[in-house]
């Protein structure tokens, strides 16, 4: 069963960092693009940044220079490194594949599903 568990959020002030993890469970991790996505209250979730298997990396231009996304495959766990938050940084932060599924075997099967994600808030 794919279970997917984000961790690391918290309270930070403007400024501050915090590094996000996800530890993916009952997926071939290492063959998924990976992708971080938050949603602000009373918006939809939007894409921040991915990361493909071989380890390219794009950002939303709204994080780009601030945010650093990662991947340990040997872990099955993405990251996602937060630096210079600003308040409408403020969201529940998620990780999923990049087509918001993942691979859960060699033959193109997939699943579809989110964790409980972790809430960030940036004030002070």
């Known amino acids: 069963q794919v279970q997917l568990v984000e961790s690391g959020g918290g309270l930070v002030q403007p400024g501050g960092s915090v590094r996000l993890s996800c530890v993916v469970h009952g997926s071939i991790f290492s063959i998924n693009d990976m992708a971080w996505y938050r949603q602000a209250s009373g918006k939809q979730r939007e894409l921040v940044a991915t990361i493909t298997s071989a380890g390219s990396t794009n950002y939303a231009d709204s994080v780009k220079g601030r945010f650093t996304i990662s991947r340990d495959n040997a872990k099955n766990t993405v990251s996602l490194q937060m630096n210079s938050l600003k308040p409408e940084d403020t969201a529940v932060y998620y990780c999923?594949?990049?087509?918001?599924?993942?691979?859960?075997?060699?033959?193109?099967?997939?699943?579809?599903?989110w964790g409980q994600g972790t809430q960030v808030i940036v004030s002070s």
């Open positions: 999923n594949g990049d087509n918001e599924d993942l691979y859960i075997d060699r033959i193109g099967s997939t699943w579809s599903g």
